[in-house]
């Protein structure tokens, strides 16, 4: 295992009824800033329990950020919050309300062009403390320092962290959860499926807490997923889920251990050029990039196919295809599917794909630093 330091100072209040005790975790005196997404949350009850919970401070909504959130929109809310001298902000939604809520709470402060935070990765100096409302189990921005943010000027899609956006609280009641479409359902659950992958999916240095812990996440999305289409308002369904999505991806399974997170640096670039949900790119790239890698990722390979997918066999090269062919299955079984073609997508935009990632990310990707151009190639190439 390797050395680490760990902190989780995010509160978690999971359970039905959670968001009435927000008021509790935000100073009486605090000016919010309450951001939500294009409409779900009024739709579904969940706005309504938030101006309850509020009742007798002082806050504005900024509504409107959209799905994969835009620089462009963002700074929209940035200028509302100098105007009003807001101090506070309550992110209410996805994943994109809260990434864009940490995008906007870091650019308020801010010397130059805030875009920088993302294309030149500006350290941050300082944020304005951020409380989130999660609705959909996902990207576990809820717990985690990261955001996404994309700028339609330019058609990219790109990454930031920092502790100082890691939000104070983070409300999951899983019966908001319930309005979700089938689609944002399933693509939640490849979501958190492909975090606990990234963090997994690599090489044995023996840290048994993590895989462990990383295997209970798998079977438990493999387990729940499914049954969260056919009966979207199962209380335990929808709690397992949620919790899964939070653990997936807040540091908890990946201290220690060696990371991969190449297929989330060429996701984001499928999203800028092809408008796909992230999951959906995710689905396409996982199944392509564990056949590429099969030799360097062969332990963890068989290992995930005996623990997660049971496999009593004793031959190793059948392990390491029965890993790739289920969670390929599982994707689709999810209804997220598996191939270019499945979207009518053909190979002619994969050379500007390949020239922004490598501008982005570098010609090293992967746990060993050997996904180069060439390799990404091949593997967008088998993906369709
Ligand atoms: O916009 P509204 O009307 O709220 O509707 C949203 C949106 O249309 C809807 N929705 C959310 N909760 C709902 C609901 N509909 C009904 N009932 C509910 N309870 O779902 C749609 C998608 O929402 P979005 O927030 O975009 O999805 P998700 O949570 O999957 O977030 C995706 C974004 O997060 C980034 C992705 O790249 C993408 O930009 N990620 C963030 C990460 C992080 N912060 O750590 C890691 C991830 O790997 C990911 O990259
Ligand atoms: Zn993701």
Same mark, same amino acid.
């Given at each position: 295992?390797?050395?680490?330091?760990?902190?989780?100072?995010?509160?978690?209040?999971?359970?039905?009824?959670?968001? $009435? &005790?927000?008021?509790?975790?935000?100073?009486?005196?605090?000016?919010?800033?309450?951001?939500?997404?294009?409409?779900?949350?009024?739709? %579904?009850?969940?706005?309504? @329990?938030?101006?309850?919970?509020?009742?007798?401070?002082?806050?504005?909504?900024?509504?409107?950020?959209?799905?994969?959130?835009?620089?462009?929109?963002?700074?929209?809310?940035?200028?509302?919050?100098?105007?009003?001298?807001?101090?506070?902000?309550?992110?209410?939604?996805?994943?994109?309300?809260?990434?864009?809520?940490?995008?906007? +709470?870091?650019?308020?402060?801010?010397?130059?062009?805030?875009?920088?935070?993302?294309?030149?990765?500006?350290?941050?100096?300082?944020?304005?403390?951020?409380?989130?409302?999660?609705?959909?189990?996902?990207?576990?921005?809820?717990?985690?320092?990261?955001?996404?943010?994309? =700028?339609? $000027?330019?058609?990219?899609?790109?990454?930031?962290?920092?502790?100082?956006? =890691?939000?104070?609280?983070?409300? *999951?009641?899983? &019966?908001?959860?319930?309005?979700?479409?089938? =689609?944002?359902?399933? %693509?939640?659950?490849?979501?958190?499926?492909?975090? &606990?992958?990234?963090?997994?999916?690599?090489?044995?240095? %023996?840290?048994?807490?993590?895989?462990?812990?990383?295997?209970?996440?798998?079977?438990?999305?493999?387990?729940?997923?499914?049954?969260?289409?056919?009966?979207?308002?199962?209380?335990?369904? =929808?709690?397992?889920?949620?919790?899964?999505?939070?653990?997936?991806? %807040?540091?908890?399974?990946?201290?220690?251990?060696?990371?991969?997170?190449?297929?989330?640096?060429?996701?984001?670039?499928?999203?800028?050029?092809?408008?796909?949900?992230?999951?959906?790119?995710?689905?396409?790239?996982?199944?392509? *990039?564990?056949?590429? @890698?099969?030799?360097?990722?062969?332990?963890?390979?068989? /290992?995930?196919? /005996?623990?997660?997918?049971?496999? /009593?066999?004793?031959?190793?090269?059948?392990?390491?295809?029965?890993?790739?062919?289920?969670?390929?299955?599982?994707?689709?079984?999810?209804?997220?599917?598996?191939?270019?073609?499945?979207?009518?997508?053909?190979?002619? @935009?994969?050379?500007?794909?390949?020239?922004?990632?490598?501008?982005?990310?570098?010609?090293?990707?992967?746990?060993?630093?050997?996904?180069?151009? /060439?390799?990404?190639?091949?593997? *967008?190439?088998? +993906?369709?």
């Amino acid at each position: 295992m390797f050395n680490f330091t760990f902190q989780l100072p995010t509160l978690a209040m999971f359970g039905k009824g959670q968001i $009435q &005790t927000i008021s509790n975790h935000i100073p009486p005196d605090a000016r919010i800033l309450v951001t939500t997404g294009g409409g779900s949350v009024k739709k %579904n009850g969940v706005f309504a @329990q938030v101006e309850q919970a509020l009742d007798g401070f002082y806050w504005i909504e900024f509504s409107g950020i959209e799905p994969n959130p835009t620089y462009e929109t963002l700074m929209k809310a940035v200028a509302l919050v100098k105007q009003e001298h807001l101090d506070f902000i309550l992110a209410v939604g996805g994943g994109s309300v809260l990434d864009g809520s940490k995008f906007i +709470a870091s650019a308020v402060y801010f010397n130059g062009e805030p875009w920088d935070i993302l294309a030149k990765h500006a350290r941050i100096e300082h944020a304005l403390p951020i409380g989130t409302i999660m609705t959909l189990p996902a990207t576990g921005s809820e717990m985690n320092s990261y955001a996404v943010i994309s =700028r339609k $000027q330019t058609a990219e899609k790109l990454s930031f962290a920092s502790p100082l956006v =890691r939000p104070q609280f983070a409300v *999951l009641d899983p &019966t908001t959860t319930y309005s979700l479409p089938e =689609r944002q359902t399933a %693509n939640g659950v490849v979501d958190a499926f492909v975090h &606990t992958f990234e963090q997994y999916m690599t090489y044995p240095v %023996n840290a048994k807490i993590q895989d462990r812990f990383a295997e209970g996440v798998f079977q438990t999305l493999i387990e729940e997923g499914p049954k969260a289409l056919v009966n979207p308002t199962d209380y335990e369904t =929808r709690a397992n889920i949620m919790w899964s999505a939070t653990m997936a991806l %807040n540091n908890i399974l990946g201290v220690g251990v060696p990371q991969d997170w190449a297929s989330h640096a060429i996701g984001h670039e499928l999203t800028a050029q092809y408008g796909l949900d992230h999951a959906q790119t995710l689905a396409l790239i996982v199944p392509a *990039l564990m056949t590429h @890698q099969k030799t360097n990722k062969r332990e963890k390979l068989i /290992q995930f196919a /005996q623990r997660v997918w049971d496999y /009593q066999g004793q031959d190793q090269d059948e392990a390491v295809q029965v890993a790739i062919d289920k969670t390929r299955d599982f994707f689709e079984q999810m209804g997220v599917k598996t191939r270019f073609r499945d979207y009518a997508i053909d190979d002619s @935009q994969f050379s500007v794909i390949l020239d922004k990632l490598i501008k982005h990310q570098g010609n090293n990707l992967g746990e060993h630093k050997n996904l180069d151009r /060439q390799a990404i190639k091949e593997i *967008l190439y088998a +993906a369709l």
